[in-house]
């Protein structure tokens, strides 16, 4: 039996185990409050009722004690899985949770990091239709528009870099569930670091596509990032 006896399902993964140390709140930065609900909270329901979608499963960390607060927690929609010590780590085990949910190695897994609650609909639907076909697969990222240094060790610039070929990425990023977990694993086994999946599928050899999104499709990091999307939502609203 082939690929296209069984047309691919679309799966969501969103680690959300970390502790987000840059931004120095009281409680891992996914828990804190955006306006009117958790930032991990958005961050769901920019999946939860997309048609498209198979299933979601959320990474998180062991011993974590805000989750079950959150009415999403009851939501038979979203299935858990255990975080790990770096991001890859988390990626990997909700991986393995797919697969236990009968995902198969030719599905689409779309992974959207929880600290990023601002993807727009129109960007995960343009990231669907643009990737469905592809031989890879890829991610949304934007061209990147300051002009950037490449510093010495002195601190001080060593040389301006060309931009127009420079790219920021962002998430989510969309494999093959089986390509993607054999290319982490290989790379983890290996000591390679990925900070993404995309370096991961790079580290295998293939070419992943850039698919332009929204640049408000920010990730939540340092305090300012809050205060930016609390801004941007409040004003929305
Ligand atoms: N993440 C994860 N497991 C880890 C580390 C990170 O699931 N061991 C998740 C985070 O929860 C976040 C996403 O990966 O949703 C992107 O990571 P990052 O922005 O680096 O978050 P933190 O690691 O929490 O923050 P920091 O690096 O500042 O500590
Ligand atoms: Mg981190």
Redesign the pocket.
Known sequence: MTHSDHPPFFWALI?????????RADR???YLQLVDKTIIEHTLNCFLDHPQLRGIVV?LAEHDPYWHALPCAGDARIVRAD?????A??VLNGLLKLTELGARDHDWVLVH???RPNLSRADLDLLLSELADDPVGGLLAVPALDTLKRAGADGRVQSTVDRSTIWQALTPQMFRVGELQRAMADALIAGVVVTDEASAIEWSGKSPRLVEGRSDNI?V?RPEDLLSLSRLWLHRT
């Open positions: 680690p959300a185990a970390g502790i987000g140390s840059r931004m891992p930065k996914q990474s975080g790990g010590a770096e991001r780590d988390s990091d929880a600290a990730k990091t």
